[in-house]
């Protein structure tokens, strides 16, 4: 296989396709009658045009490039188990089987991180492409292509082959339902060639989903301006260190090495000028599909257990990444399974995959297993530039500003050209919004000579090694191969725990992470034009970031909140999750004595709600006339804190709390900071509560009254009692949280695409699910939307290292990527019911579960 040390270009077309897409709104207005006659007569003829690309699972077929046979076994629940005689075939043969099963989602995914998504959708996808463009992900990517190592890509070449060969072999209505819908106009589209850099791309993607702090920055320097530095202050309480634990005990960074221990700014830079750009800046991230990741409300749990405190004498590792829903589910479970491992094919592992992306993300090979959480170290700042056509102010003289122009292709309409503009701290991230076009002098008074514009430095913007790095995980046969693989995970950082069949578990925070100059904490954007704030161009060593090695205490819990002490000599960030659910997962593994895999799972699906038995006693406090308004506290007194969907208290307390949010800060925040509800606001009323006539209390819309918070704590009920007559019921014993805190899985393209036709074929609604935000069983939701879910455990494993065998996992939606397959969404309900999957990993388990099996041959290039 030839080593690509240059990208490949960006089309490369293929023949016998469709054409251009239409945006949306074309589509409904030319096509949309006969997309009604298209379903109808899917359904009428037995949905034969939705079983045509259906993968093959049995038999055999061709795959050229093969070296030798390469099996994919499946179980009843079509997860592949993929065995081949070397690397190069596992990686083709993975290629191919991601294509089978999800081409389309890989393909839109491509579009987006190439900021391409005009070229499908037209004018709708034109916004997230500026934002793209600007930050330029693809260009990053080509860079990393160059910087992986030979035999990184080698891999994602054989991938990339891999996924040409289904291709090749299938026309586009073969490939994706989806490809035929927008074919019933007459179109003509063809998916392009799949290339390495697609493969990097996407994990750019990934990393923006997970990036840290960045929108805290951005609301807090918005929050300074709306209200004060002092009272913004109240919205953003320190990690309460004291209550709950940080990753790490403790530590010492001496002689450069990070040693376990045995047991800020107050003004928003050039004033209201600079919070209107930043404001613009918000507006711009917005218009960020939601699949592509905002980088808020987004955790995961992830904890190990040593032997000596399970029943099974072995270790125990268990992790649920919290992103995003929507169909299919962002991983594929798979298997990659060498017949002989050796040099020549090392892989023996199986786990949660990205269909793009070659090798196992999560989960365990035959001796070592791991699991991530968001470790969401601060690795972006923005900074407040001054800028004056191509010029930008530094250290006291006018700069020229760094630019390229971008073209951007829009189905149905006219190229779009950009001008991406940079200064030495990133790409001018506030030109992607539109409305900054038009503001040049923008505040009265302001020097007509500035204007304000807002640059982005992010790690994620050098090039990496992360892909590096996954395939080494995949490799590693012990600790020291599992940190020399961490290594190289630059981005995103996560949090990674660890446990292997020789009885041990750790813990290790790897990662990019700035050094910044002292002063500067990244907590608010900073003034570009000051060289103090300026990175300094170094990174904080990875012997020096926080690790552990079989502690004492018997066990490692990483669920977002902070990995170390306030001791660290490092600065990683101040915006850690506040630890409700790491102390929670903590509290239940601390009493339950010796813990089994059984008593994994159940702590995964812990929904007890932190926030309740804070607010719930204050509430019952009120004096309330007995009767209908009552009701409410009366449920309240029953309750246990647990969410379940049938649950009627969780039903009312959630109510309650969107209520108590809405009158106690809509009146004074602007829309756009209006709480979501998450950990921070559990914080910040938490504290208020303390605080009874604290001026957040006070409803500013009231003239000569000034409300505290009894007042404000009795609408709130009054308001809740009547949302849930009207929602579900008079009767309190026909409320049920999952009637409002619904699960509706949709398609992020044509799910959303306005037709009902499109969207029913699509898109799986309606599901009643349990949980909420910052539970254990992180289902979360958005105080300031409603009570859908909003992001939720995409997968759930344990891992057992007494016996591989035994462990269990299970995925948000199925396998499959094509509507009405039948494994489209089959292990949903099992998902929301809280049960697992038998998980093989031995040949022979694998043959046991076994329900068919696919043969892809060796067969000869194709000629021309």
């Known amino acids: 296989m030839t080593d690509q040390l240059v990208a490949d270009p960006p089309h490369t077309p293929r023949r016998g396709g469709f054409g251009s897409w239409p945006t949306p709104v074309r589509v409904a207005l030319v096509g949309g009658l006969a997309l009604v006659v298209l379903v109808a007569a ?109 035999a990184t890509r080698t891999a994602l070449q054989a991938y990339a082959d891999g996924v040409n060969a289904f291709l090749d072999a299938h026309e586009p209505s073969e490939i994706a339902v989806e490809y035929t819908v927008l074919a019933v106009g007459g179109l003509d589209y063809a998916p392009e060639d799949w290339t390495p850099v697609d493969s990097l791309a996407w994990l750019k993607a990934m990393a923006w989903d997970l990036r840290g702090n960045m929108q805290d920055e951005i609301e807090r320097t918005l929050t300074v301006a709306a209200v004060g530095a002092e009272r913004a202050a109240e919205l953003w309480p320190p990690y309460p260190f004291a209550e709950h634990r940080p990753i790490v005990a403790g530590g010492t960074v001496a002689e450069g090495a990070f040693a376990p221990a045995t047991a800020t700014a107050t003004e928003v830079p050039g004033g209201e000028e600079g919070a209107k750009a ?10 960020l599909p939601a699949w592509l990741g905002r980088g808020d409300g987004v955790g995961s749990n992830s904890w190990v257990v040593d032997g000596d405190h399970t029943t099974t004498g072995e270790p125990l590792l268990a992790n649920d990444p919290h992103l995003g829903v929507g169909m299919p589910g962002v991983w594929m479970q798979m298997g990659l399974h060498c017949r002989t491992v050796g040099d020549d ?31 969401s170290p601060d690795v972006t700042d923005l900074y407040v530039e001054r800028v004056r056509d191509d010029q930008w102010w530094r ?24 001008t991406v503009r940079s200064t030495r701290h990133g790409p001018l991230l506030s030109d992607a919004a539109d409305d900054l076009r038009d503001v040049a002098d923008v505040a009265e008074g302001a020097d007509p000579d500035h204007e304000y514009a807002v640059a982005l430095a992010w790690t994620a913007l050098e090039p990496g090694t992360t892909a590096d790095a996954i395939l080494d995980l995949n490799q590693a ?27 041990h578990i750790g813990y290790q925070a790897p990662g990019r992470v700035p050094v910044r100059r002292p002063g500067h904490d990244g907590n608010l954007p900073a003034a570009g034009w000051q060289k103090r704030n300026d990175w300094t161009g170094r990174h904080v060593p990875f012997a020096e970031l926080p690790w552990v090695l079989d502690p004492e205490e018997g066990f490692v819990v990483t669920a977002n909140q902070a990995v170390i002490g306030p001791d660290y000599p490092h600065h990683l960030t101040d915006d850690w999750d506040r630890g409700y659910r790491s102390q929670r997962i903590r509290d239940l593994l601390d009493s339950s004595g010796r813990i089994s895999p059984e008593r994994m799972l159940e702590v995964q699906l812990d929904s007890r709600n932190p926030m309740a038995p804070v607010l719930t006693p204050y509430v019952l406090d009120l004096r309330v006339v007995r009767g209908y308004y009552r009701a409410g506290q009366d449920v309240l007194r029953r309750w246990s804190f647990d969410q379940a969907a049938d649950s009627a208290g969780a039903a009312f307390f959630n109510v309650l709390w969107s209520n108590v949010l809405a009158l106690t800060f809509h009146d004074e925040l602007p829309e756009e900071l209006w709480p979501d509800g998450g950990e921070r606001w559990f914080a910040a009323v938490t504290d208020l509560l303390r605080d009874p006539r604290n001026a957040w209390w006070d409803d500013a819309t009231t003239d000569d009254v000034v409300e505290d918070r009894d007042v404000i704590l009795h609408r709130a009920m009054i308001d809740a009692r009547d949302e849930l007559t009207r929602r579900q019921a008079l009767d309190p014993q026909d409320w049920a949280w999952g009637g409002l805190h619904r699960l509706d899985l949709h398609s992020p393209t044509l799910g959303e695409s306005g037709i009902g036709p499109v969207e029913w074929l699509v898109n799986r609604d309606g599901r009643k699910a349990g949980g909420s935000t910052s539970a254990v069983d992180a289902t979360a939701w958005d105080a300031a939307e409603g009570y859908e879910v909003t992001s939720a455990p995409s997968m759930r494993m344990v891992v057992d290292l007494a016996e591989l065998d035994a462990s269990r996992w299970i995925n948000l939606t199925g396998v499959s990527g094509h509507p009405f397959h039948e494994h489209y969404d089959d292990q949903t309900d099992l998902w929301l019911e809280g049960r697992t999957l ?16 696919l043969v892809l041959e060796p067969a000869p290039d194709p000629v021309g």
């Not at 930043?278 to 218009?287: F, G, N, V």
């Not at 892989?347 to 470790?375: C, E, K, Q, R, Y």
């Open 345 to 375: 094919c090392p892989l023996d592992v199986a786990g949660f995959t990205f269909s793009g992306v070659p090798g196992v993300i999560i989960g365990h090979n035959a001796d070592i297993a791991w699991g991530f959480t968001n470790l």
């Open 278 to 287: 930043l404001a613009l800046t918000a507006r711009a991230l917005d218009d």
């Open 477 to 503: 046969a012990d600790w020291d191969d599992f940190r020399a693989a961490a290594a190289s995970f630059d981005v995103p950082a996560q949090n990674l725990v660890y446990a292997d069949r020789a009885g």
């Open 838 to 853: 038998r998980w093989p990993f031995s040949r022979e388990a694998v043959e046991e579960t076994a329900e068919d099996t």
């Open 395 to 418: 250290a006291g003289e006018w700069r020229p500003l760094r630019s390229r122009r971008e073209t951007i292709e829009v189905d149905g309409g006219d190229d779009v050209t950009i």
């Open 42 to 150: 899917v359904v009428v003829t037995g949905v034969v045009l939705v079983r045509r690309p259906f993968p093959q699972y049995d038999g055999s077929t061709p795959l050229p490039g093969l070296e030798g046979r390469v099996e994919v076994v499946r179980d009843e629940h079509g997860i592949p188990q993929l065995y081949a005689d070397s690397l190069d075939d596992l990686m083709r043969g993975q290629g191919y089987v991601h294509a089978q099963e999800r081409f389309f989602e890989m393909d839109v995914r491509r579009h987006a991180t190439a900021g391409r998504l005009a070229e499908l959708f037209g004018e709708s996808g034109l916004d997230s492409d500026k934002v793209v463009r600007t930050m330029g992900w693809r260009r990053v990517a080509e860079r990393e292509l160059a910087l992986v190592r030979p």
